[in-house]
């Protein structure tokens, strides 16, 4: 019986020194291992990582190691030094964090998978001829859907609405018919696809449980039905993208399981950012008269005239728009806040700060680059970045502004909204297009306003850090009618 205890104490003290006898070595960053073994700083990460990196940073400035669920990750906030990160192929790699988190949110596992490849295929139709064919596919469904709306809306008659489900829900259908053509199964798809987004972060951290769990499983499986390529078979395209991607997984040897759940992937990574971003721009052209004013008037010289029974994009290609454009990037800037994240591969990587000083790090560690909080948030770089100024990214004569500084340098990443260098987001065009075709056609045919004015915007879902656009904890309550032609 003592040797038994005593085996059980040996063992205890072993686990502890293996999960807690980690120091910083010489050349390594300033490491925060947190007071519970192995957690460390995963509950206080995965409540608010924007407030938990702020205080690491204000302690220890632009690097910093951080001890979360027994992984060790660098934090690395100096724009200056991003390329040593996103231009490393040898040392760093982004492919085994990203499996994880496709097996936890998606239950997917792809064999032989090659994002390089998958990336030159999703190029064909995120640039070129392919985006011109999806950039006018969600005009003609934008419209649509808005001409359906006002059928069943006198025009006199006022609606109220939370403004994030109004511009969620139009963009996500419109996307959705435009990426799988089948417009009978829209609604039942867009309420499961919101519920599991909802649970999406903590899918991603394994930290769902009980009713939640069960939810998250549930819109999951339904998902992977509603869009299992026998329930497509009516649609009108039989070219559309949807049918492509399924050529593409099957040449690579994917079987028909897996596909499925190929699909709801590619729709959440498709379809889980325009609606938000929409959301927070219409909003806060809101609370900011002068600014919307200001886009009010580009829309009127872009829109004049404009019926719904017309393509729009058309119009819009052909239009200089500075001041929306400028209103976009900050939007994005504010609300756009994705990790960049790569795992150390090779033992003694070396990270070079400004200032001159060189860290190594070590093998089976990961590296985060957090645009979010720098360059995004960064004081320095934006004067009172928590600030909404939608002139921020224009000079005086009207043209884009793309000269910021950090530490007395001129910077080459001053907005990373959609990441960058090797991995950087392939559809920002579609999605940025999306976004100003949505805006512009509800400010052209709408008359949007709130419902109290001096309601506040919603706070952010602090949950949300790190998986792209930030969604708001509520809704910001809106009223609109179609305008008179």
């Not at 807690?20 to 460390?40: D, Q």
């Not at 064919?133 to 809306?153: E, N, P, Y």
């Not at 009980?210 to 509603?226: F, H, I, N, V, Y």
């Amino acid at each position: 019986m003592l040797f038994a205890i005593f085996l059980l104490l040996i063992t205890i003290v072993a686990l502890l020194l293996l999960f807690c006898g980690r120091s910083r070595r010489v050349n390594e960053p300033p490491l925060e291992k947190g007071l519970v073994p192995w957690l460390g700083h995963a509950l206080e990460f995965g409540k608010d990582a924007a407030k938990f990196l702020t205080r690491m940073k204000n302690k220890h400035g632009d690097i910093f190691t951080v001890r979360v669920a027994g992984q060790y990750i660098t934090v690395l906030l100096d724009p200056n030094s991003y390329d040593d990160v996103l231009y490393d192929t040898v040392s760093l790699d982004f492919r085994r964090h990203r499996g994880v988190l496709m097996k936890n949110i998606f239950s997917l596992v792809l064999p032989s998978h090659n994002p390089d490849k998958e990336r030159a295929w999703m190029e064909q139709h995120f640039q070129g001829v392919g985006l011109d064919k999806l950039q006018l596919s969600v005009d003609s469904h934008l419209r649509g859907l808005l001409m359906a709306d006002q059928k069943g809306c006198g025009t006199a008659e006022w609606r109220e609405v939370g403004l994030f489900d109004l511009s969620y829900g139009l963009l996500f259908r419109a996307g959705y018919l435009t990426m799988f053509t089948r417009d009978d199964n829209t609604d039942a798809v867009y309420k499961q696809f919101r519920n599991f987004d909802k649970l999406l972060p903590e899918l991603a951290r394994s930290t769902l449980k009980g009713k939640d769990k069960k939810s998250a499983t549930s819109s999951q499986e339904s998902l992977w039905q509603l869009l299992t390529p026998t329930w497509l078979e009516g649609g009108r395209n039989t070219s559309c993208w949807q049918e492509s991607y399924q050529l593409y997984l099957g040449e690579a040897g994917v079987d028909a399981e897996t596909q499925r759940r190929a699909l709801l992937m590619h729709l959440w990574t498709t379809q889980c950012n325009a609606g938000p971003a929409a959301f927070w721009l219409l909003g806060l052209l809101l609370r900011h008269p002068e600014a919307m004013q200001a886009v009010l008037a580009e829309v009127r010289g872009v829109m004049q005239n404009h019926s719904l029974h017309h393509s729009a994009h058309e119009r819009l290609v052909t239009h200089n728009t500075p001041v929306f454009d400028s209103v976009l990037r900050e939007t994005l800037r504010l609300t756009a806040a994705a990790f960049i994240s790569r795992e150390v591969v090779v033992d003694g990587k070396r990270l070079n700060v400004s200032g001159g000083q060189e860290y190594c790090l070590r093998k089976g560690d990961r590296v985060f680059l957090f645009p979010f909080l720098s360059p995004q948030m960064d004081p320095e770089i934006h004067h009172e970045p928590e600030s909404f100024k939608y002139k921020r990214f224009l000079n005086d004569d009207m043209s884009e502004k793309q000269t910021f500084y950090k530490g007395g340098s001129s910077l080459k990443y001053y907005n990373m909204p959609w990441g960058a260098g090797r991995n950087s987001c392939v559809g920002k065009q579609f999605a940025t297009s999306t976004v100003k075709l949505f805006v512009f056609m509800v400010l052209s045919h709408l008359e949007l306003e709130m419902c109290e004015p001096t309601d506040p915007l919603p706070r952010v879902n602090p949950q949300r850090y790190g998986f792209g656009m930030l969604q708001p904890i509520g809704d910001l309550q809106v009223r609109y009618r179609f305008k008179r032609n």
